[in-house]
């Protein structure tokens, strides 16, 4: 038995078939292209769908889809995306009467902690927290094998969670959150107070062909011994520390699984953010929680895929 994952992204949605065990058998991509409204964008992921079922037939038994967003998950209602600028969109019904099979809708960091519990995991642990860091920091929580909605399907704001009460402005129009420290744009911001020439260090740090200022250049300098980049991935780690103790505390996860393009700076930001952890006064629920990096960066529409999977098969 086979299932689909799918992610809606703001300039690509993709498709993936996976088996069970999270093998990739197939995969697909077409631009979401979400200004042509909702019900023409429902048409062409049915019409995706029906491309794999092609191939698939009565394997593929079930539609798991994770979308950027805050989602409610029992009526498979995307009730506001950024991304996409769509306001309660319904997606997972519509599908489901396109195509005939069962269809899921989740918010996708919920999705990409799944990927991590059946794909990373294995199963083997039932308390995970997973942060998806990139320009900003999504969330989701797997407890006693579980995924966590709470009461509205929201839970999981890791990114939001405020970190100093009057601190730096954050996407969400709040002050003080974690994503305001720790999102790409907010250690990308901090490098500008601390990087004069923004264009020699591009020149400098910069991969060829890739010359912008972004934490790909900012690891570069920090791996060449340049101070103001090591700072900023140290800062950064500490608020991450900062962050995240507040969130085991809360918790007492077995394992928090750190994804997404800024971990891949794991090596700068970690020794600060396990300074913070291995610091608080309160030791037990630190002294058991492992931190995992997942490199995977198709862990959300494989962890789709899973649990549409895990939910039509119940
Ligand atoms: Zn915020």
Known sequence: MLGIGIDIGGTNTKLVVVNRAGKLLAQDRFRTEASKGSPDFVKRLAAAVGDLRRDYGRQLVSIGIGAAGDVDPERGILRFSPNLAWRRVKIAEPLEKLTGLPCSMENDANMAAWGAYEIELKRKSGNILALTLGTGIGSGLILDGKLYHGATGSAGEAGHVKIES??????????????????????????????KNEAAFIKKFAAPGHERFNTICLTNAA??????????????????????????????????????????????????????????????????VKIKISDDADLGSHGAALFGLDKALK
């Open 166 to 195: 009057e601190g730096r402005p954050c996407h969400c129009g709040a002050r003080g959150c974690l994503e305001a420290y720790c999102g790409s744009y907010a250690i990308m911001a901090r490098a500008r107070e601390l990087i």
């Open 223 to 288: 791996a060449a011994g340049h101070a103001a980049a090591r700072q900023v991935w140290a800062e950064t780690g500490h608020y991450l520390g900062c962050g995240l103790a507040g969130l085991i505390l809360l918790l007492n996860p077995d394992y928090i699984v750190l994804t997404g393009g800024v971990s891949r700076a794991r090596k700068w930001f970690m020794p600060a953010m396990n300074k913070v952890l291995g610091s608080q006064q309160i030791k037990t629920p630190f002294a058991r």
